[in-house]
């Protein structure tokens, strides 16, 4: 059974920057997907924040956090890093990481963060930006 794990979160000041990592604890369900990171903000619904294909070569990102955030994954620590600068108060949320349900072709030439393309889901990551 495939778990992915988020670190990463904490408290940091506005326009502050943290690192967020997602990983997996197999890799063979890890590597050939495209993989997402989602938030959640309390009293919030779900919002898409960015998303990256299997190569990695490819990303998307919400129109809030164009600018800011970078996506990038690391096949051989099976892991997906976003990075996160400029950090403001409205991005104070749980963020999670999740793997699409269907395995990526090789070769994208863009992705989606729609979260129900997505399955399995970690168990998220607390993000507080204080002003």
């Known amino acids: 059974q495939l778990q992915l794990v988020e670190s990463g979160g904490g408290l940091v000041q506005s326009g502050g920057s943290l690192r967020l990592s997602c990983t997996a604890t197999?890799?063979?369900?890890?590597?050939?997907?495209?993989i997402g990171w989602f938030r959640q903000a309390p009293g919030k619904e779900r919002e898409e924040v960015a998303c990256i294909s299997r190569s990695g070569g490819v990303t998307a990102y919400a129109d809030s956090v164009k600018g800011r955030f970078t996506l990038s994954r690391d096949k051989a620590k099976n892991a997906v890093y976003l990075e996160m600068n400029n950090l403001k108060s409205e991005d104070t949320a749980v963020y999670y990481c999740a793997r699409k349900t269907n395995r990526e072709v090789l070769t994208v030439s863009s992705v989606t963060c729609n979260s129900v393309e997505y399955t399995y889901w970690g168990q998220g990551t607390q993000v507080t930006v204080s002003s």
């Open positions: 197999s890799g063979f369900a890890f590597r050939d997907y495209g």
